[in-house]
């Protein structure tokens, strides 16, 4: 291709401004230029090609838009956003990923909805930034994995004041010592309620547990003396109370010992968003993203490049 004179750069500018920006049809502008319209579409294309114009997504929340399509695309997944990861730690991804959820609820959620929710870090962010949702119900998916009452308060206080229906709670603790403590917990009349709610969602927001360093449960586990043995057999992640290894199978462990959700309840749920990134996450996602348990994916973009490379 020639180099193009400052007067043509000038023509093929003005073309694609016109056409580009102010949406004007290639046959106005023909008339206008003295050209034809599909002069005018190759006056457009060489602006592109050269460099002259820029076309870049302007968006409220930032979004790696051709990225998250590859990503969605691979997994095949109805929708993935890869979100740029801020200059920081693990807190800073958090918060980031936190405001797009906080959006993809408001736009996707609808009146009588009966919604899932972790308690996890990143959706009591979430429900911080909400404002009130249309009228639905909301469902506490799994207990906490945390010995901390303040947190434990903190979950259940951000999804209260985000909605205007009725929060399904498990004031429990997501891993019991064991199989017979989680009998016993499950058959308490407000946890076997929350439990049976399940049956019945909409949709669900999930969080995803990196292992063994990026897991409340897994943190939880190695209080009891049993992360090792876990990370041993294979486990990389959590998503609900499932486990997953690296090529996201299924694990039964833990099994009878874990309040929340069940693999059979989130797979019959229409729509799951799993969200998850940050350091130490990366192979948890992955795992996730193989598993079919989500249609939809919330990551970093490192996270989201990580997957598309170990495809």
């Not at 007067?7 to 401004?17: I, K, N």
């Not at 609820?105 to 996890?120: A, F, H, Q, R, Y």
């Amino acid at each position: 291709m020639s180099k193009m004179t400052i007067d043509e750069q000038m023509r093929c500018v003005y073309a694609a401004l016109q056409r580009l920006k102010y949406n004007r049809s290639t046959v106005d502008i023909a008339e206008e230029l003295g050209v034809s319209r599909f002069m005018v579409g190759r006056m457009v294309q060489r602006a592109r090609d050269e460099g002259l114009v820029e076309i870049r997504p302007v968006m409220a929340d930032p979004i790696d838009t051709e990225l998250s399509h590859r990503l969605a695309d691979r997994f095949d997944l109805s929708a993935a956003y890869a979100v740029p990861a801020p200059v920081g730690g693990t807190e800073q991804v958090r918060t980031a990923l936190a405001s797009v959820c906080a959006r993809l609820l408001v736009d996707s959620i609808e009146e009588d909805d009966i919604v899932g929710m972790t308690p996890g870090r990143t959706i009591i962010e979430m429900c911080e930034r909400l404002e009130l949702l249309p009228m639905c119900d909301v469902v506490q998916l799994t207990g906490v994995a945390s010995t901390d009452e303040g947190e434990i308060l903190r979950a259940i206080t951000a999804m209260t004041s985000a909605v205007r229906g009725k929060i399904h709670s498990l004031h429990a603790p997501m891993l019991a010592t064991d199989a017979a403590a989680g009998r016993a917990i499950a058959a308490q009349p407000a946890v076997r309620r929350a439990l049976a709610r399940m049956d019945g969602l909409d949709r669900a927001i999930v969080t995803i547990g990196g292992w063994p360093d990026a897991s409340l449960l897994a943190a939880q586990a190695d209080q009891l003396g049993e992360v090792e043995q876990l990370v041993d057999r294979g486990v990389v992640a959590e998503v609900g109370t499932t486990l997953l290894d690296a090529d996201g199978v299924t694990l039964p462990a833990l099994e009878g010992r874990t309040i929340g959700i069940s693999e059979q309840q989130l797979r019959a749920t229409p729509s799951v968003t799993a969200v998850g990134g940050g350091p130490g996450k990366e192979r948890a996602v992955l795992a996730v993203a193989r598993s079919g348990l989500a249609d939809v994916l919330v990551t970093d973009v490192p996270t989201a490049r990580f997957l598309l490379e170990h495809a």
